[in-house]
């Protein structure tokens, strides 16, 4: 699949997500302002672009730990199967955890991350996605912040890949396959 020739049409500027993030970041920290003990969990990989320019935007004192579940593999298709592939480093008990998602799409992986971490008794935990795609939830599920909502198109750029490709593109931009 990965062979089929096809074009990246820009969706979402590089400037655009900045101007996004400054405002996601107003709220959150409105929201965690006066905590010393916020977790900023990433979701691997997707996430590391999001989370970097996340942290660096926002003024508080934060910790920062990553967690990989399994999604997409190297196919364009969601799987209802969620495994861990990679756990947190550090403790949760107690603490305020913020996870970070790039895409909410059935909503299967992030109603999984938020069992396993609320079983670990956090003293507050919120979501934040960059991107959601609403017309594909079959989880009822919602991230607490959401950078941009989607139509249902395979996206790239800015962390997320096709098949492990085009993560550093500094825009959000959509797979058109040229042939057939
Ligand atoms: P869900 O479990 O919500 O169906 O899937 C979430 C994960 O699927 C996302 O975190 C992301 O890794 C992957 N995913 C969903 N939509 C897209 C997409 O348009 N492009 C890419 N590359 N991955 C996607
Ligand atoms: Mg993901
Ligand atoms: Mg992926």
């Given amino acids: 699949m990965s062979e089929r020739p096809y074009v990246i049409d820009q969706m979402i500027s590089a400037k655009s997500i900045a101007a996004r993030i400054e405002d996601l970041c ?10 010393d003990k916020l977790i900023v969990v990433g979701l691997l990989r997707g ?18 730990d990553f967690l990989e579940a399994s999604s997409y593999g190297n196919s364009m298709e969601s799987s209802r199967e969620v495994r861990i592939l990679k756990d947190l480093r550090g403790e949760i008990e107690g603490r305020d955890v913020l996870v970070v998602e790039d895409i909410v799409d059935t909503g299967h992986t992030l109603t999984h991350v938020m069992h ?65």
């Fill in 26 to 35: 107003a709220e959150i920290h409105d929201e965690y302002e006066g905590t």
């Fill in 47 to 64: 996430s590391f672009v999001f989370i970097a320019d996340l942290v660096r935007e926002l003024d508080l004192p934060v910790e920062v």
């Fill in 116 to 180: 396993l971490l609320e079983a670990r008794n956090p003293a507050k935990i919120k979501t934040i996605a960059l991107l959601d795609k609403p017309s594909r939830r079959e989880a009822d599920i919602k991230a607490d912040w959401i950078g941009f909502s989607i139509p249902d198109e395979f996206v790239v750029g800015y962390g997320i890949d096709f098949a492990q490709r085009n993560r550093n593109l500094p825009f959000i931009g959509k797979v058109r396959f040229t042939e057939e």
